[in-house]
């Protein structure tokens, strides 16, 4: 039996953008130290279709429900965080907001399962020029470019 360190985890997660900016979470990895950005979404449970994940995951995040849900892509994400090395599969998705409040906010601060953290607005070209480091890994010009 693997331990927890050693078990792929499936997420789902969705790409938030309101043409000219993207809504990311904020983190921090003390060991790299590092910032960096990571796209909003998490762990998917059991007996729940990835759809449905991800409806949740915005719900608990934000507070409000996501629409237009598009399937981007599969990623493989192999990563070390707090120097830790994690696996995951993540169903990468993109929407829109149910809430047009939640577009004029700079900052939105999150508290989940007793995590917190807050997800910020950034420019789509510090994506696609990659002034920021967006998690998981993935060529998010394909997506932000588009017009």
């Known amino acids: 039996m693997a331990d927890k360190a050693e078990k792929i985890r499936v997420k789902t997660m969705c790409l938030i953008t309101d043409g000219q900016r993207v809504l990311v979470g904020k983190g921090r990895d003390s060991v790299k130290n590092e910032n960096f950005y990571r796209v909003l979404g998490g762990s998917l449970r059991f007996n729940e279709t990835v759809k449905d994940g991800i409806m949740r995951e ?3 995040e934000l507070g ?8 981007v892509d599969v990623i493989e994400n192999l990563f070390t965080y707090e120097g830790e090395e994690g696996h995951e599969i993540v169903f990468l998705f993109k929407g829109t907001l149910s809430d047009p409040k939640l577009y004029k906010k700079d ?3 999150i508290i989940e399962d007793g995590y917190e953290f807050d997800a910020e607005w950034i420019p789509n070209e510090y994506v696609i020029n990659k002034k920021i480091r967006l998690y998981p890994e993935y060529e998010y010009s ?3 470019a588009r017009r």
Do not use: S, T
């Open 58 to 60: 915005i719900k608990e």
């Open 64 to 71: 409000c429900g996501v629409e237009n849900l598009e399937l």
């Open 107 to 109: 900052i939105v601060h």
């Open 142 to 144: 394909k997506i932000l």
